[in-house]
Each structure stands twice: as C-alpha cells, then as structure tokens.
C-alpha cells in the first residue's frame, strides 16, 4: 500500500507569509506526528495527533505554528508570519498507535520549506 | 529531561564492522529505535530494542542495550558502501512522540 506523502516536496516563500504542509498518512493510522529537522540536526517533535484531537502539541515553538487534523486523517501544518528560522525539512509520521508493544512510525519524505 | 546524544562522525573501511554509539538520558524510555537517513530520502527504521531487553540482533545489525549506562549501540557488521548514510538514535517514552539524537553520519570507503 502507500506510505506516508507529504505536499509539496519543496516550498519557498518570502519572510512574513502564510505557509501550508499537509500530510496525508497511511491508511488506517490512527496516530500522525509532525516533526522538523533543521540542517545538521536531527528530527525535533512538534505535535502528536490521536485521530482528529492534538494529544500533544509540545514542541510547537509559537502560536505561528498551529495544526489541524478535522477528519483524522489528512493534516495540515500551518505556519504564519513566517520566518528565516523556521527553514527546514518538516517530517510526517504516522502509526497504529497501540499501546502497547513497539509503535512503529513510518515516515514521509518530508516538505523542504525555504524562507528567503 | 530528554536529550539523546550522538557522535557526529565515523569512517570505516568496506567489509570491517561500524560500531555507532548513542546515549539517552530519560531512563523511563520504553523502546530504543536506530533510524537511517539518505540524501534525499525519508527516515527509514533500521530495528528497535524494548528497554528490558539487552541485545537484539537482526541480520547484520546488532543492538546492544545498557539500560543502567543509558547506553545505545548499532554494530553493523560487513559494513558496505551502500550503509553509507546518517544513522538516528531515537527513543520513546510512552509510545508516542520520539526523541532523536543529532545523527552520526557513516562514511564507508572502499
């Protein structure tokens, strides 16, 4: 079946804009996760979402980053005011979230969002 | 806290074995994870170790778990050019958000 696709692959935009990454999970999971990993580093976690509710949403840096997952599947992550910083690749993940036993996220390949 | 943590670099010669090192500092993680990352390609899970367990092997890739350390470690053995990549140690707490290290970047030369 199909993995885990994120749209777009790459997106630019100018400092102060409004940006959009969505993230259309495997099939079936319940759990979708969204990262960013930054040039050199490795992924940082943002938000976990359990069907369509935000479970955590700790990593978020700001209130310019917010996500939504209104059917508990497709998720969008949003960005506002965006800024130089926030360049980076944006990881989706998704699982079956059980709990118990090894919950194995599977990865998208990611949106490279550019910042000019 | 959460914090795991990676050397940054390790070259070996094709057909020896690559030993990555990686250590956490949360000791209520339930399960440890080594993820692989190519140049322009998505992060891919290489194994896992369930934290009451100390060593896990899979083909060529040996885990070793010490859990009272808080001591990761991937063996690969007969390393070839094609595990050339970045290699993630992540763990999970309560089987939901991971926590990654910064990466070891493999270099494998012939």
Same mark, same amino acid.
């Given at each position: 079946?199909?993995?885990?696709?994120?749209?777009?692959?790459?997106?630019?935009?100018?400092?102060?804009?409004?940006?959009?990454?969505?993230?259309?999970?495997?099939? +079936?999971?319940? #759990?979708? /996760?969204?990262?960013?990993? !930054? =040039?050199?580093?490795?992924?940082?976690?943002?938000?976990? *979402?359990? $069907?369509?509710?935000?479970?955590?949403?700790?990593?978020?840096?700001?209130?310019?980053?917010?996500?939504?997952?209104?059917?508990?599947?497709?998720?969008?992550?949003?960005?506002?005011?965006?800024?130089? +910083?926030?360049? #980076?690749? /944006?990881?989706?993940?998704? !699982? =079956?979230?059980?709990?118990?036993?090894?919950?194995?996220? *599977?990865? $998208?390949?990611?949106?490279?969002?550019?910042?000019? | 806290?959460?914090?795991?943590?990676?050397?940054?670099?390790?070259?070996?010669?094709?057909?020896?074995?690559?030993?990555?090192?990686?250590?956490?500092?949360?000791?209520?993680?339930?399960?440890?994870?080594?993820?692989?990352?190519?140049?322009?390609?998505?992060?891919?899970?290489?194994?896992?170790?369930?934290?009451?367990?100390?060593?896990?092997?899979?083909?060529?890739?040996?885990?070793?778990?010490?859990?009272?350390?808080?001591?990761?470690?991937?063996?690969?053995?007969?390393?070839?050019?094609?595990?050339?990549?970045?290699?993630?140690?992540?763990?999970?707490?309560?089987?939901?958000?991971?926590?990654?290290?910064?990466?070891?970047?493999?270099?494998?030369?012939?």
């Amino acid at each position: 079946g199909a993995g885990v696709s994120q749209t777009p692959s790459n997106k630019v935009t100018e400092k102060g804009k409004y940006v959009e990454l969505r993230c259309d999970p495997i099939s +079936g999971h319940t #759990a979708l /996760y969204w990262y960013r990993q !930054s =040039l050199g580093q490795g992924p940082e976690f943002l938000i976990y *979402f359990q $069907g369509t509710g935000a479970a955590d949403d700790s990593g978020l840096p700001n209130d310019r980053f917010f996500a939504v997952r209104p059917e508990g599947s497709v998720s969008t992550l949003k960005i506002q005011r965006t800024e130089r +910083g926030d360049s #980076a690749v /944006y990881l989706c993940a998704s !699982s =079956l979230a059980v709990r118990t036993g090894n919950n194995e996220q *599977f990865f $998208g390949p990611g949106t490279r969002l550019t910042v000019l | 806290g959460e914090d795991v943590e990676q050397s940054l670099f390790l070259s070996v010669r094709e057909g020896d074995s690559s030993v990555i090192n990686c250590t956490y500092t949360d000791s209520s993680s339930t399960y440890l994870y080594w993820y692989k990352q190519e140049p322009g390609a998505g992060l891919q899970l290489l194994t896992y170790i369930f934290s009451n367990m100390d060593m896990k092997q899979d083909q060529r890739l040996t885990v070793l778990l010490n859990k009272k350390d808080k001591h990761l470690s991937l063996r690969i053995a007969d390393t070839q050019t094609g595990d050339s990549a970045i290699y993630f140690c992540a763990e999970s707490i309560k089987a939901d958000k991971l926590i990654f290290g910064t990466g070891t970047r493999l270099q494998v030369f012939p």
